[in-house]
């Protein structure tokens, strides 16, 4: 079995991170946490309980009776937890983007903020479908809750609405300092025709830029809350959240009911499974919730291989080495909706160690730059969702099951990877295909 190179990548969420609200709850200390109300609590008396219990709010939603509140010290806990109106208190968990290799050195452009050297369909892009004159996402709303998007770079031009999110700043920019945001939103929507950068699977949709991770990568239960709520408000057909956590399917009631409102309200929301082979989507959130569409991560072409044991190369639509999995179950909804590229390829050196070589995107700053992981797998997914809606789709489950039934290579793919970190899951859904 071959060993998939780990350097700079790490595991799926498992990250250097302030843990917010993870004391015990018998012994709280000066935390975050999602308090949630019993329906029908007037808006009144939501906005009066943190007071009497000396707790402070970060955001009070409006679409779900539940705030993010600190809670200064177990007194006030205790207040709280007396609260009849109270159903629940849980940490507010912290929550990252997947970890990723980042390439500089990308072409085109120079990967470092300079001019572009010309237009390229990127291979993801090919592998799925490549955009046509009438199935492009024209005008479809898909919104990017990520670390922002640079909506100054001249591939994106006129492709970010005005209307933008930032959960750590009033009135904050949205822009991408981290560069994870803007390098998903170009798979999604990078312009095509532009002589510039590359081009996205859906290049006429209208982005909404959401800031819910800050420029270290990392938020929170909270933030990712606020920013579907401004989803929701801003009517948009499409959600992509290329992040997430370890984490249960009831762990935060509040979250689950705002993703499930989302989905009543007749949205898709695309996330990323995960990032470690050594789980399933069913052990991260909000990969877990049956009501999103979550991706896996395969090679778009076929790699180099010069292992001494190893007689072919690693071919394409083989799982990547990194991806979670998990089978789709029926039953309950929960499991991988669909794989698509979450990188070009996969090469074996002669030391027979994997390196993946990124898929090309937008880099915040200006030029392209590659990354891997299955933060880019799922913008391929969300814009085939938006050409689908484009051509007529309709209810998202309508949609998942003609994801499901269209895909490509369906029960062949994704093959099995030849690592030693792959674990087949039991079920060959095939590689999204674009209308």
């Not at 015990?24 to 008396?45: E, L, M």
């Not at 072919?312 to 991806?323: E, K, L, N, Q, V």
């Amino acid at each position: 079995m071959l060993t998939a190179r780990r350097a700079q990548w790490g595991l799926f969420f498992v990250m250097s991170l302030p843990l917010f609200g993870q004391n015990p709850a018998g012994n709280p200390g000066s935390q975050d946490y999602i308090v949630s109300f019993r329906p029908g609590t007037s808006a009144n008396d939501r906005a009066a309980a943190p007071g009497r219990a000396g707790a402070s709010v970060r955001f009070a939603y409006r679409h779900v009776n539940a705030m993010a509140l600190r809670i200064p010290n177990a007194n006030a806990y205790a207040a709280l937890q007396r609260n009849p109106q109270v159903t629940a208190i849980v940490p507010n968990r912290p929550v990252s983007e997947g970890p990723t290799v980042v390439e500089p050195d990308a072409k085109p452009g120079t990967g470092g903020g300079g001019g572009p050297t010309g237009e390229v369909v990127p291979q993801g892009v090919k592998r799925v479908g490549e955009p046509t004159a009438t199935s492009n996402g024209n005008g479809i709303k898909v919104a990017v809750l990520d670390t922002g998007i640079d909506a100054g770079h001249s591939d994106l031009a006129g492709a970010v609405h005005a209307n933008r999110f930032d959960a750590f700043s009033a009135g904050g920019t949205c822009n991408d300092v981290r560069g994870h945001g803007t390098h998903v939103a170009g798979i999604i929507g990078a312009r095509k025709g532009n002589s510039t950068g590359v081009v996205g699977v859906a290049p006429n949709v209208v982005l909404y830029c959401g800031k819910v991770l800050d420029d270290t990568g990392s938020g929170s239960d909270a933030s990712v809350m606020a920013g579907l709520e401004w989803a929701l408000d801003q009517g948009v057909n499409v959600v992509n959240m290329s992040l997430g956590r370890p984490g249960s399917l009831g762990d935060n009631p509040a979250l689950r009911t705002l993703v499930q409102l989302l989905h009543s309200r007749g949205i898709v929301i695309v996330v990323s499974a995960g990032n470690d082979p050594n789980k399933e989507a069913s052990q991260q959130v909000p990969a877990t919730y049956p009501e999103v569409f979550a991706v896996a991560s395969t090679t778009a072409v076929t790699g180099t291989e010069n292992c001494s044991f190893l007689t072919t190369p690693i071919p394409a639509d083989t799982a990547s080495w990194f991806t979670t999995d998990g089978a789709y179950d029926t039953a309950t909804g929960i499991g991988v909706t669909i794989s698509a590229p979450g990188a070009d390829q996969e090469n074996v050196g002669r030391n027979c160690v994997i390196t993946s070589v990124g898929i090309l995107s937008l880099k915040a700053g200006g030029g392209t730059t590659r990354m891997s992981g299955t933060s880019m797998a799922a913008p391929h997914v969300s814009g085939v969702v938006a050409r689908m809606i484009q051509n007529g789709g309709t209810a998202p489950e309508n949609i998942r099951t003609a994801i499901r039934t269209g895909a490509n290579r369906k029960g062949v793919a994704p093959l099995t990877s030849p690592t030693s970190s792959y674990t087949f899951d039991g079920e060959k859904e095939g590689i999204v295909k674009a209308p």
